[in-house]
Structures are given as structure tokens and as C-alpha cells.
């Protein structure tokens, strides 16, 4: 069980409020999408879930307990860059998450421990369709596969929430639609606790169990910064499809081209 | 006509190009010692390319008259052991205070702006107070090369370690990560590659705080051997052996180069 709780979160830097008096209650195995705005704090947002960045005010608790206020294997993350070391290789950035934990001063498993270790990462990576490209380095690796690799060293942990910040954004939409698969299996499979921030609505409606928007709702043209975002939408996703009314109000509210939100709700419709 | 930066010389032509420079510094050597030759048959200024191969293979070959040694490898040992030391201590001494200044905040506000003056002090002038207080053996020579380049090479790994992207050092954290892990595992094989390619770059201030203080003070040594015989204008003594030390270095730079490629394949293949 891993649950998330919020309760009047509020981030500011100096005089500029990003984020003001959130409250939220995830529960275990939800799959939250966040959309927003760009400039909206749904990345910092993230960075505080990760303990990047600490609230200003508020309590977070995980699992009723504060949220550790520094990144630790408790929180997995995929960013959409640099989330793989590039000096090991596939294997190895498996690997290394295995061994980061079990040994305090050398960093590394030696003998039997290895060889357990090793087989763990195998299968690991075999569960992500990476199997092929054990020996390579990430730069060998496509866009696609570099990411699936991140979410292979990411889930080692078995954290009890995983992260990803736009983790599909710089992917070509074939290869985004096999990840979504793959993260869609590995949720229901794992029964993970998932946090995902995209610019793609129609990401957002299709993948997750829960999408969240953040917006601004109060805006003040003098100072920009004085009121900051919150949670405007909360819409449990039942996979159904959503209705075009709510896809269109969700797309209006970010002001996303109207071109996109109909095209995409005709695609739903259709389907 | 193509703009002059969107045109390049084919195939057969770069390596002519590369060499032009080469071919025309001899040439021009050539006739100027032939020239001042022509005139005065023992004018030690610019000898021939015959009677300099002729005193190198002399050095390198025969026996010292006085002390028996073969000057040539006696000078190339002395020197070669001294800027190993020197590099060597410099680059342990860069790579642990560059990881920690780069990496550790406290650190940081501690020692970088004591690095960052005393990377300011001209190595040349400490010498007199390196030879003072060490004396003129082998440690004041050693110390010279260590002052004139660890400081650079600390700030170099420094900014490296501040330029790894900060995804990576969360992506640890959330691994479980400690601080000394994330050194073991994170910071230094990414640094390593990084570590030679600054000690390349500083090997060529290495050469130069090691040939002056060869020349102030040594028994033997490359640096030691052209002072000495300065006095004699003996450049058919001087200018191969420049040419041996500019060998030399070129063999260290490849070398370097080498073992990035081949240790840290990844390397290169990140960068473009």
C-alpha cells in the first residue's frame, strides 16, 4: 500500500507563488496523469513528489508518514532526458540498481550475489523487450529504447511510486504507442502507484486512471506571480472513453488548438 | 562559388594540405644552412640535417666520456620520471578536490575560492621559494609541475562534475544511492574521460615548468642538457633534441588519446 496525501501545499519562490494550496489524496495503484499549461508548476509539482524541492508550507505524507525531503529509492523517476548513465550499458544501469543498495562501500556485488543480481536484471530487462540489447551503451540505443531501459532501472527498486516527467515527449508516435502499452502493462501488472506529466491530452485520457489538470485561477495582470496554480480538473478516467464535451472543456481550459482536441475526440468517437 | 566555410579539399588533399607547413619550415631551413655554410663551413648557428643526426646518434649511442652513460636516455629517464610524478600527483590531487568542490556543496564554499586564487599565482615565481624551501633536488622540480597544473585540472573536473546533468544524480538517489556511491558509481567514470583530456591539455604547461626548472637546477634532464650546452651554441646538440622532446610530447598527447578510446567507448559516442 502507498498512498499520497497532501494537505495545503503551498510553493513559492521569493515572491512568485507556483503552487498554492493543493490538497490531494492518492490512493495505491492509481495511475495519475497531470496535464497544465506550460509554466504551471506540474514539473515542480513532481520535483516536490521526488523530494527535489521541498513545499513552502503544507504537509506531504507518504503513506501517512512526511514525504522524505531529499530523492531515495522509495520514489522512482523517468525523466525525459538523462535518465540512464551512458558510461554503463544496458545491463549495467539494470545492474547498478541492484547493487546500490545492497553494498554501502564498494558500490558493487561480487561472486554469488552478482551472479543472482545479474539474472534479476536479465529477466528485468527481458520485461521491458530489452533483452537484445543488454551489451550496449545507451548511445547504441533509440529514443524508445533508452527509455524503456530508464523505466527497467527505475522499477529494480520496486518503488512504491514511480515518477515520469513527459517520459514519451521527445518519441515518435509509433513508438510512444508502444510505450504506453508497455507502461499500461507493467501498472496493471505491478499494481504501481503512477504519477505521469505530459503535454499530450490524448496521452493523459488514454493512459492513466485519474488525470489531473493545473491551472491558474486567479490572475492578477499587475503581478503575474502573485497567485499560483492549482488543481482546477480532477476526473477519474473509467477506460471508457471520455466524453468530447469533456475533452473539449479540458482542451479549451489549457488553451490547446481546437484543431487538436476535435481531431483527437473525433478519433475517440470513432473508435 | 560556394561560400569558403562550405568548401573542403577532397580526399588526397588533406593530407598534402597538412603537410605543406612541414615541408616548407624544412625548406626553408635547408637553404638557409647551406647558405651560411657555403660561407663559413664551421658556423655552429644552423647546422646541416647530416651533422645533427650524426651528434644525436652520438649521444644516444656512445658512451659519455666523463661519467660513461648514455647521455641521451639518461636525460630522457630523468625528465620522463620527474613529469610522470609530477602529472600523476597533480591528477589524483585535481581529481579529489575537483569531485569534491564539484559535488559536495560545502566543500565548495570551502576550498573553490582558494582554488580559484591560488590558480592565480604564476608558477614560475614560486620556484625560488620551492627551491628554498625543498631544495634544488628532485621534490622542488616535482612540486613546480604539481603547483603549475593541479589547480587547473581541479577546476576543470570541478565544472565537469557541475555540468553532469542534474537527472543523473537523482536517477542515483532514487536507486538508493549514498554520497560515496554516487562518487563510486556516477561521478567518477563519467569524470575519468574528462581527466585525461585535461591532463592532455595541461601536459604541455608540464613540459614547461619541467624544462625550467631543469634549467636552473639538475644534474641531468632534457631541459638540463639544452641549457647546458647554450653555452657552447651547440645547436647541433640543442635542435635535435627539441625535436625529441616535441616527439615525446606529441607520444604522451597520442597515448592519452588512446586510452579514452579504447577504456571509456562511450564516451565519444555521448559527446556528438
Given at each position: 500500500m502507498s498512498t499520497v496525501t497532501l494537505k495545503n501545499v503551498w510553493k513559492e519562490y521569493g515572491r512568485d507563488v507556483v503552487l498554492e494550496n493543493i490538497d490531494l489524496h492518492v490512493d495505491s495503484g492509481e495511475?495519475?496523469?497531470?496535464?497544465?499549461?506550460?509554466?504551471?508548476?506540474?514539473?515542480?509539482?513532481?520535483?516536490?513528489?521526488?523530494?527535489?524541492?521541498?513545499?513552502?508550507?503544507?504537509?506531504?505524507?507518504?503513506?501517512?508518514?512526511?514525504?522524505?525531503?531529499?530523492?531515495?529509492?522509495?520514489?522512482?523517476?523517468?525523466?525525459?532526458?538523462?535518465?540512464?548513465?551512458?558510461?554503463?550499458?544496458?545491463?549495467?544501469?539494470?545492474?547498478?540498481?541492484?547493487?546500490?543498495?545492497?553494498?554501502?562501500?564498494?558500490?558493487?556485488?561480487?561472486?554469488?550475489?552478482?551472479?543472482?543480481?545479474?539474472?534479476?536484471?536479465?529477466k528485468m530487462l527481458a520485461s521491458v523487450g530489452l533483452e537484445q540489447a543488454a551489451n550496449k551503451y545507451p548511445s547504441e540505443l533509440s529514443g524508445g529504447m533508452q527509455?524503456?531501459?530508464?523505466?527497467?532501472?527505475?522499477?529494480?527498486?520496486?518503488?512504491?511510486?514511480?515518477?515520469?516527467?513527459?517520459?514519451?515527449?521527445?518519441?515518435?508516435?509509433?513508438?510512444?504507442?508502444?510505450?504506453?502499452?508497455?507502461v499500461r502493462e507493467l501498472w496493471q501488472r505491478q499494481g504501481l502507484t503512477i504519477f505521469m506529466v505530459t503535454h499530450d491530452l490524448k496521452e493523459a485520457f488514454e493512459l492513466g486512471s485519474r488525470l489531473l489538470v493545473f491551472d491558474k485561477v486567479r490572475h492578477d495582470p499587475q503581478a503575474p506571480g502573485a497567485y499560483g496554480a492549482n488543481i482546477t480538473y480532477d476526473i477519474p478516467l473509467s477506460h471508457a472513453t471520455p466524453h468530447p464535451s469533456v475533452y473539449r472543456a479540458v482542451g479549451q481550459r489549457l488553451g490547446l488548438d481546437a484543431d487538436v482536441v476535435t481531431h483527437s475526440s473525433t478519433a475517440e468517437e470513432e473508435g | 562559388?560556394?561560400?569558403?566555410?562550405?568548401?573542403?579539399?577532397?580526399?588526397?588533399?588533406?593530407?598534402?594540405?597538412?603537410?605543406l607547413p612541414f615541408v616548407l619550415v624544412l625548406l626553408v631551413y635547408l637553404s638557409a644552412s647551406a647558405n651560411r655554410l657555403a660561407e663559413n663551413p664551421d658556423d655552429p648557428l644552423l647546422p646541416s640535417i647530416a651533422a645533427m643526426a650524426d651528434t644525436f646518434a652520438d649521444v644516444a649511442t656512445e658512451p659519455n666520456r666523463r661519467t660513461g652513460e648514455l647521455t641521451?636516455?639518461?636525460?630522457?629517464?630523468?625528465?620522463?620520471?620527474?613529469?610522470?610524478?609530477?602529472?600523476?600527483?597533480?591528477?589524483?590531487?585535481?581529481?579529489?578536490?575537483?569531485?569534491?568542490?564539484?559535488?559536495?556543496?560545502y566543500a565548495n564554499r570551502t576550498f573553490s575560492p582558494f582554488v580559484s586564487v591560488l590558480s592565480m599565482i604564476p608558477p614560475l615565481a614560486v620556484l625560488p621559494i620551492l627551491f628554498i624551501a625543498l631544495g634544488v633536488g628532485e621534490v622542488a622540480k616535482i612540486a613546480l609541475i604539481v603547483f603549475g597544473i593541479a589547480p587547473f585540472i581541479m577546476r576543470d573536473i570541478q565544472q565537469r562534475v557541475e555540468e553532469l546533468p542534474r537527472e543523473l544524480l537523482v536517477k542515483a538517489q532514487t536507486l538508493g544511492a549514498n554520497t560515496w556511491?554516487?562518487?563510486?558509481?556516477?561521478?567518477?567514470?563519467?569524470?575519468?574521460?574528462?581527466?585525461?583530456?585535461?591532463?592532455?591539455?595541461?601536459?604541455?604547461?608540464?613540459?614547461?615548468?619541467?624544462?625550467?626548472?631543469?634549467?636552473?637546477?639538475?644534474?641531468?634532464?632534457?631541459?638540463?642538457?639544452?641549457?647546458?650546452v647554450r653555452r657552447y651554441l651547440d645547436m647541433e646538440l640543442i635542435l635535435p633534441y627539441v625535436m625529441w622532446i616535441t616527439l615525446l610530447a606529441f607520444l604522451a598527447d597520442v597515448i592519452l588519446r588512446l586510452i579514452v578510446r579504447v577504456v571509456f567507448p562511450w564516451y565519444r559516442a555521448r559527446r556528438s
Open positions: 495511475f495519475v496523469t497531470i496535464v497544465g499549461a506550460s509554466g504551471c508548476g506540474k514539473s515542480t509539482f513532481l520535483r516536490m513528489l521526488l523530494g527535489q524541492e521541498s513545499p513552502t508550507r503544507g504537509e506531504m505524507q507518504l503513506d501517512g508518514r512526511p514525504m522524505p525531503d531529499e530523492p531515495g529509492p522509495d520514489r522512482g523517476v523517468v525523466f525525459q532526458k538523462y535518465s540512464v548513465f551512458p558510461h554503463l550499458t544496458a545491463l549495467g544501469n539494470v545492474l547498478v540498481a541492484e547493487e546500490l543498495g545492497h553494498t554501502r562501500f564498494t558500490g558493487r556485488l561480487f561472486g554469488r550475489h552478482r551472479r543472482e543480481a545479474r539474472e534479476r536484471a536479465r527509455q524503456r531501459l530508464a523505466i527497467a532501472q527505475a522499477l529494480m527498486k520496486d518503488p512504491k511510486i514511480l515518477l515520469l516527467d513527459e517520459p514519451f515527449g521527445a518519441l515518435d508516435p509509433g513508438i510512444r504507442q508502444d510505450m504506453h502499452e508497455l | 562559388m560556394k561560400r569558403l566555410i562550405n568548401q573542403a579539399p577532397a580526399a588526397p588533399w588533406r593530407l598534402a594540405l597538412g603537410l641521451l636516455w639518461v636525460d630522457t629517464s630523468a625528465s620522463l620520471i620527474r613529469l610522470g610524478l609530477g602529472v600523476g600527483i597533480a591528477m589524483a590531487i585535481g581529481l579529489v578536490v575537483g569531485v569534491l568542490t564539484g559535488l559536495i556543496p556511491q554516487i562518487i563510486l558509481r556516477l561521478v567518477l567514470p563519467q569524470v575519468m574521460p574528462r581527466l585525461l583530456d585535461a591532463t592532455r591539455l595541461a601536459l604541455g604547461s608540464a613540459w614547461l615548468f619541467l624544462i625550467a626548472s631543469e634549467a636552473i637546477a639538475a644534474t641531468e634532464g632534457l631541459g638540463y642538457r639544452i641549457f647546458l
